[in-house]
């Protein structure tokens, strides 16, 4: 077990929020289970905002964007035009505003009522700002059907990386893909990118011959390679979830509903690891309603992919990390799966609720794996979670501990904190769960999802909905008071449900002994452990180890080097920590491979806390570079960045 104790906020224990009804309002509701969001009354939209981008959704709604695209590997770019069909919700607008970074902006048009396109006057803003980028304001008195942006991306995209044929797999071929949550879109499609927003998709794309080009939309498994793609989303998505990837891609079923896209020679590995997806949507399916996304297919990305997984709608984006041979790492695909539900259904109308769609899609993905794998496994996982809860919260970030956040709270949405957002959210569902009962709660979700289907929606109209479909349902479980406590103040309320892992208990014995008088637990019982048992024991260890009992662990266990991402981000650390330098050179190479941030960032962390260390990671980033994300390059440079601001210890 980790020493820091949870961090509790007494005054959180004991008040009630006051801040619960002074929400801002956001999506007003419509039908459910309709695909096409109503418009809504212009006198309730205007009140919709969404600090982090530029755009009016209260004043006009992109309801449909055309894509038409020429994807170039030798420029690092794609150009062309990006087509919006608009609902003028306010009579009287005369802007169109949409965000963009870093795009260079060549003409804007507007469809006339003679059916011909005419330029419209644009200004990009003389200022980017860092966090959102640049405003593009289009006038539009006319206020067209249809407005079409022509445009060209930079090489340097924040949500695109392009890869040389050396960063991949098959090392032949470039690849590129994009990763757009939370407001990188706009790096490579000037639009509305909030959530509040929902639009239908088609693209029209090109590319060399050779390159297979995906979208989050209708792949077909059996595409023609001919270097001319086109997709369609009919559903209507928020702009996070727009995607495309190209590259040396193969496809290989799963069953007929699911499959994976990988380079080839990962795509069978993949395709073994990730056999259980048909269960996972068949368990899904029975407690939520039905999967309503088509097909549902997982990209395997390079090992640079800076996320675990990204849940981009009838394609998953996954990190090549999870596939470690005995499926132990594929709760990440009932993740991303879960998303179907919780997040691209039903989604948060800004960053801020992040929660909704990270904690309830959390939640559910443990549900999923416990259907799959029993409650041992779904139990080792929700403890883990928790365990890195208590050692992220402190006293200095408890304005990040509140699921539902305020306004100027999150400066950089992709700063959001994952412990809040994923495992407080998740014990807030448990603990609804357990008090309400599993098969109440479970009908609660399903109905929820099916009210809001194909809508955004905020922390309030949640709270909303649950107080009239569960709270007052059912008197006497939950008192608001508790349920607010959970939504809007900090820290973990003091009597929220605990997890018993007999599983655990017995790690937790074979540490002790081994720190007591090096006594390593035998073979017959580690041969059995799956990632989960390794994390939990390398967790557990003090903060640091002498050498003696790192080298021990090592010959044992051969930690250092290993090809399970999970225990190198456990072991790492503690072997920088207790200055077990015989590992650098396998940290070295490690920081280079993965690009994944969750997997390196504690890593970094812990190198660049000592003047050796922080050579180390210096070292390593220069190399490591070329090869990784912008969102990776972004945390590590901070990491480097913080430690030097900082006087030397
Ligand atoms: N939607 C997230 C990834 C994300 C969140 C990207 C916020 C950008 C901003 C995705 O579903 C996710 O949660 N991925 C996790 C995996 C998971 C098993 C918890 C990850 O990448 O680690
Ligand atoms: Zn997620």
């Given at each position: 077990m980790r020493h820091t104790p949870l961090m509790l906020s007494?005054?959180?224990?004991?008040?009630?929020?006051?801040?619960?009804?002074?929400?801002?309002?956001?999506?007003?509701?419509?039908?459910?289970?309709?695909?096409?969001?109503?418009?809504?009354?212009?006198?309730?939209?205007?009140?919709?905002?969404?600090?982090?981008?530029?755009?009016?959704?209260?004043?006009?709604?992109?309801?449909?964007?055309?894509?038409?695209?020429?994807?170039?590997?030798?420029?690092?770019?794609?150009?062309?035009?990006?087509?919006?069909?608009?609902?003028?919700?306010?009579?009287?607008?005369?802007?169109?505003?949409?965000?963009?970074?870093?795009?260079?902006?060549a003409k804007a048009e507007g469809l006339g009522a003679d059916g011909k396109w005419a330029p419209l006057q644009f200004k990009l803003a003389d200022t980017a700002d860092k966090v959102l980028g640049t405003k593009l304001t289009i006038e539009t008195p006319e206020r067209p059907k249809q407005v079409r942006v022509t445009y060209t991306t930079s090489p340097n995209a924040s949500g695109l990386q392009w890869l040389e044929p050396s960063m991949t797999a098959g090392k032949k071929q470039p690849f590129m893909f994009s990763q757009s949550q939370q407001i990188h879109a706009r790096s490579w499609v000037p639009l509305q990118d909030t959530p509040i927003v929902r639009f239908s998709y088609t693209a029209h794309v090109t590319a060399p011959k050779d390159a297979m080009v995906l979208m989050s939309a209708d792949n077909d498994p059996k595409a023609a390679r001919d270097g001319d793609y086109s997709f369609k989303m009919p559903q209507k998505i928020p702009s996070y979830l727009l995607a495309i990837a190209a590259g040396d891609l193969v496809f290989q079923p799963i069953t007929d509903k699911a499959g994976v896209w990988a380079e080839p020679g990962t795509v069978k590995p993949a395709a073994t690891e990730f056999a259980d997806t048909g269960k996972m949507i068949d368990t899904a399916e029975k407690l939520y309603g039905p999967y309503r996304w088509?097909?549902?297919?997982?990209?395997?990305?390079?090992?640079?992919?800076?996320?675990?997984?990204?849940?981009?709608?009838?394609?998953?984006?996954?990190?090549?990390?999870?596939?470690?041979?005995?499926?132990?790492?594929?709760?990440?695909?009932?993740?991303?799966?879960?998303?179907?539900?919780?997040?691209?259904l039903v989604t948060f109308s800004t960053a801020k609720d992040a929660w909704l769609n990270e904690g309830v899609t959390s939640y559910v993905e443990n549900r999923i794996v416990e259907a799959l794998y029993g409650k041992p496994r779904s139990d080792m996982e929700l403890v883990i979670n928790r365990n890195e809860l208590k050692a992220e919260y402190n006293e200095e970030n408890t304005p990040l501990q509140k699921l539902a956040g305020k306004p100027g709270e999150l400066k950089d949405p992709d700063d959001n904190l994952s412990s809040t957002v994923y495992t407080k959210g998740a014990w807030f569902m448990q603990f609804l769960e357990q008090r309400f009962g599993r098969e109440n709660f479970d009908a609660f979700l399903r109905g929820y999802f099916d009210h809001f289907a194909f809508q955004s929606i905020s922390s309030q109209q949640f709270a909303d909905y649950a107080k009239a479909n569960l709270l007052d349902k059912y008197p006497g479980k939950v008192t608001q008071e508790e349920f607010d406590q959970w939504l809007y103040e900090p820290g973990v309320p003091s009597d929220a449900p605990q997890i018993a892992s007999p599983t655990f208990d017995a790690i937790d014995a074979a540490r002790k002994a081994f720190l007591e008088d090096g006594t390593l637990p035998s073979s017959d019982a580690t041969g059995k452990w799956t990632t989960q048992e390794w994390v939990h024991f390398i967790e557990g260890m003090p903060t640091t180890l002498n050498l003696k009992q790192m080298e021990a662990l090592d010959a044992a266990y051969k930690f250092t080097g290993t090809p399970n991402g999970e225990i190198a981000q456990r072991w790492y650390p503690l072997a920088v920590r207790s200055g077990y330098t015989q590992a650098n050179e396998a940290i070295s190479a490690f920081l280079q491979k993965i690009g994944r941030r969750k997997l390196i960032m504690p890593t970094y962390n812990e190198l660049v806390k000592t003047p050796e260390g922080l050579k180390l990671a210096e070292a390593t980033f220069a190399k490591a570079k070329p090869g990784y994300h912008p969102i990776t390059t972004g945390s590590v440079q901070a990491a480097i960045d913080g430690a030097k601001s900082k006087p030397a210890q």
């Open positions: 007494l005054a959180a224990a004991l008040a009630v929020s006051a801040c619960a009804k002074n929400e801002t309002p956001a999506t007003p509701a419509t039908p459910a289970a309709s695909s096409t969001a109503a418009a809504a009354p212009a006198t309730q939209a205007a009140a919709v905002t969404d600090e982090h981008s530029f755009s009016q959704p209260g004043k006009v709604r992109t309801t449909d964007l055309a894509l038409d695209l020429a994807l170039d590997f030798a420029k690092k770019t794609l150009s062309g035009t990006a087509t919006y069909t608009l609902d003028w919700l306010d009579p009287t607008a005369t802007q169109l505003v949409l965000d963009t970074r870093d795009l260079t902006i088509d097909r549902y297919d997982i990209l395997v990305l390079p090992p640079s992919f800076p996320y675990g997984g990204m849940e981009n709608p009838r394609l998953t984006f996954a990190t090549p990390t999870v596939i470690v041979g005995d499926k132990s790492l594929v709760s990440l695909i009932a993740h991303e799966l879960a998303h179907s539900w919780s997040g691209n």
